[in-house]
């Protein structure tokens, strides 16, 4: 079966601009991970999905982050009035039903924000 | 506040040596540990998780309560074992926390 896809893989805004990234987690996952990963860094966890339930949005830098999942399955990140420090890999990980933080992790191959 | 700790960013070794990278992590509760590994080109994927205290491709990694450490090692490193690895930690509920990675190199 199909991974986690995330669309798009490449993504360029001007600074100032909103930007909605996409997550297709595995087909029957119910749980959905965003982390943001800058350069040299490991990934940081911004928020986590349970069905369309936003269990926690802790790690969302600013107010100007919003992550939704209306129906449980595919999950967007919106960035308003983007900035230069929001520059980063953005990863999507989905996993199935248990206790998220003993389950596996299946990660998407990420989208590359680049603020201009 | 750090909550996973990756010491060395880059390590290099020869094939057929072995290799340990370490890992130490600040929480007080009862961890739950895990290994991520990227290999080039390549998306994140699990490599173990200490719960299952099980080998993969040669890894093993011990939790150590007393040291607050989760190092992974290998006996003898192989080329294909050249990769980015994360050390994470998952807390109870929701929140997981990654290192910052070390880059392993083996020299052929």
């Known amino acids: 079966g199909a991974g986690v896809s995330q669309s798009p893989r490449y993504k360029v805004a001007k600074r100032g601009q909103d930007v909605a990234l996409r997550c297709d987690p595995i087909?029957?996952?119910?749980?959905l991970f965003w982390y943001q990963q800058a350069l040299g860094q490991g990934p940081e966890f911004l928020t986590y999905?349970?069905?369309?339930?936003?269990?926690?949005k802790s790690g969302l830098p600013s107010d100007r982050f919003f992550a939704e999942r209306p129906e449980g399955s595919v999950s967007t990140l919106k960035i308003q009035r983007t900035q230069q420090e929001d520059s980063a890999v953005y990863l999507c990980?989905?996993?199935?039903?248990?206790?998220?933080?003993?389950?596996?992790?299946?990660f998407g191959p990420g989208t590359r924000l680049t603020v201009l | 506040a750090q909550r996973v700790t990756q010491p060395e960013k880059l390590l290099s070794v020869f094939k057929g040596a072995p290799v340990e990278l370490k890992c130490n992590y600040s929480?007080?509760?009862?961890?739950?540990l895990f290994w991520y590994v990227q290999y080039s080109r390549q998306r994140l994927q699990l490599l173990l998780r200490?719960?299952s205290r099980e080998s993969i491709k040669g890894f093993t990694a011990d939790l150590n309560k007393g040291e607050t450490s989760f190092h992974l090692k290998k006996p003898f490193a192989q080329e294909e074992d050249s990769a980015m690895y994360y050390c994470?930690?998952?807390?109870?509920?929701?929140?997981?926390?990654f290192g910052t990675g070390t880059s392993l190199t083996v020299i052929p």
């Open positions: 990980a989905s996993s199935s039903p248990g206790v998220p933080a003993t389950d596996t992790q299946y």
């Open positions: 087909s029957g996952h119910v749980s």
């Open positions: 999905f349970q069905n369309e339930a936003q269990l926690d």
């Open positions: 929480y007080s509760g009862s961890p739950e």
């Open positions: 200490h719960i």
């Open positions: 994470a930690l998952g807390l109870t509920g929701n929140q997981f926390y």
